[in-house]
């Protein structure tokens, strides 16, 4: 049986509609809705654990989130106790000191690990919980706190090496809340597979970030009229153990590092910048993928052109301009270097997977939402596959990158599957896509709308 219950997940991957066709007797291609009945709806509602109150609005060759590959596990053993869904393994687990059980392992070397939506429910990201990822070997802790020293040279008049105590000393504290998220977050989304760490939504947090300006360092230091972008260096080695090469060096124009929100950071939430963070010193530039901030920062080279370090130009850290064929051949050339992150809403609760009492009709939905630089201007929640939409409550960001924790109540009509289905907007109009768009090499800026299975009764 497991072979067969596994197959239905490939199925859907290989063809949707297909898989819809096969695993359920539904007829695709004629209607859109309405088009999964009598047995083909008995054994949809046998997989999932439950009737489908709003089958009819069910998009074709949609895979339920209950049984979606890559989903984060369910939290609870309800749905994954329904038939087709049993078998598949969990995931790993991260098991690393100070952080809590349940963060999802990518990677072990180098260390990569993310947070399930569900772990995101906190207004602020608890340290604990807060995503890793690593390119290069982790350093050794640093012991000597305030003695860690940063050069900052290059385009500028007066080239600086200055040690963390007096960076503390010199220069304005600023603590501000910000969205920090790996720029491959949501590349699991992705058809077909992109290279690289397979995030879902969980490839971002938002924490306080004390340190003191970028901007009234480099200042200090005296940018030349020849400084055009930053290079940042730091002290983790390249994963092979090659000492002529970076585990990542990328950097970002000189307009995002004078933003009075790009911060040199030597505390999060508050406490010491942990290790694993990089600590002591770390940069936050907000907004750009989170690639660019660069963590236990020994240097940043003012130059006077794009900086080439590891993890600029290629496909690195980059979309495509004209949109390509999914999986097809890449041409650098139509490559631009990501300097935003597009929206994105998650529901934080409840977790997918949840099983709630029978009877129950009122549920409330909490979650979280953000984009790069724009701003997020409304986040809708949909029970019934995105036929209807209600708008939820979302607090103001407490500064621009901050993100929009947001609660709405919905009415369920019965008992039985639901899919609750999140879309945040940005303050351009640009909402999130029913499923990943703009597909590039390695995968970079999938934002489809989050979706969570519950089953009532
Ligand atoms: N020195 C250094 N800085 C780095 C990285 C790295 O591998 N080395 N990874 C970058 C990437 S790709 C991301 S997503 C973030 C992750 O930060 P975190 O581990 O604190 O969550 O750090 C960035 N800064
Ligand atoms: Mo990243």
């Not at 590959?69 to 053993?77: C, I, K, N």
């Not at 040690?163 to 977050?185: A, D, P, S, W």
């Not at 080439?308 to 041409?331: N, W």
């Amino acid at each position: 049986m497991a072979k067969q219950e596994r197959s239905l997940a490939e199925l859907y991957g290989d063809d949707p509609e297909r898989g819809d066709a096969l695993a359920f007797g539904r007829r695709t291609g004629s209607s859109r809705r309405g088009f999964l009945g009598g047995a083909g709806l008995a054994a949809m509602g046998a997989a999932v654990g439950g009737a489908i109150p709003f089958s009819d609005q069910m998009p074709a060759g949609l895979i339920p989130a209950a049984l979606a590959q890559g989903a984060p596990p369910p939290a609870s053993p309800a749905l994954s106790a329904a038939p087709a869904a049993a078998a598949p393994k969990g995931p790993q687990l991260l098991d690393f000191p100070g952080k809590a059980k349940g963060l999802i392992l990518l990677g072990d070397r180098p260390l990569v690990a993310e947070t399930p939506e569900h772990m995101l429910d906190d207004d602020t990201t608890p340290i604990e919980k807060f995503y890793v990822r690593n390119n290069g070997q982790t350093p050794e802790p640093f012991t000597e706190g305030d003695a860690w020293e940063l050069t900052i040279d290059g385009e500028v008049n007066t080239p600086l090496k200055i040690k963390l105590g007096e960076l503390k000393q010199k220069f304005t504290h600023k603590t501000f809340r910000m969205v920090l998220e790996c720029g491959g977050n949501g590349r699991s989304f992705f058809q077909p597979q992109a290279r690289g760490n397979q995030w879902t939504n969980g490839g971002a947090g938002c924490a306080e970030w004390t340190g003191v300006p970028l901007a009234d360092v480099l200042q200090s230091a005296g940018l030349k009229s020849t400084a055009v972008h930053t290079g940042n260096f730091g002290a983790d080695q390249h994963l092979s153990g090659d000492a002529t090469k970076d585990a990542i060096s990328r950097g970002v124009p000189i307009a995002a590092a004078l933003e009075p929100h790009a911060l040199l950071v030597w505390a999060m939430n508050g406490q010491p910048l942990p290790a694993i963070h990089g600590g002591p010193l770390r940069a936050i530039i907000p907004g750009f993928p989170a690639s660019v901030s660069h963590k236990w920062l020994k240097r940043i080279a003012i130059r006077d052109k794009v900086h080439d370090g590891q993890g600029m130009g290629g496909t690195s850290y980059s979309v495509a301009i004209k949109p390509m064929i999914p999986g097809g051949k890449t041409d650098d050339s139509n490559m631009r270097t990501m300097t935003d992150m597009p929206v994105r809403g998650i529901i934080t609760n409840p977790a997918n997977g949840t099983r709630l009492a029978t009877g129950t009709r009122k549920l409330a939905l909490r979650g979280a939402a953000w984009d790069g630089h724009e701003g997020v201007s409304r986040v809708d929640v949909s029970i019934d596959f995105g036929a209807t939409w209600q708008p939820a409550k979302a607090a103001e960001p407490k500064n621009r990158y901050d993100w929009r924790r947001w609660t709405a109540e919905v009415e369920l009509p019965s008992d039985g599957y639901y899919e609750l289905w999140v879309r945040a907007t940005d303050s351009k109009g640009r909402a999130q896509p029913h499923v990943a768009g703009g597909w590039n090499p390695q995968g970079y800026g999938a934002n489809p709308m989050h979706r969570v299975a519950v089953l009532v009764g």
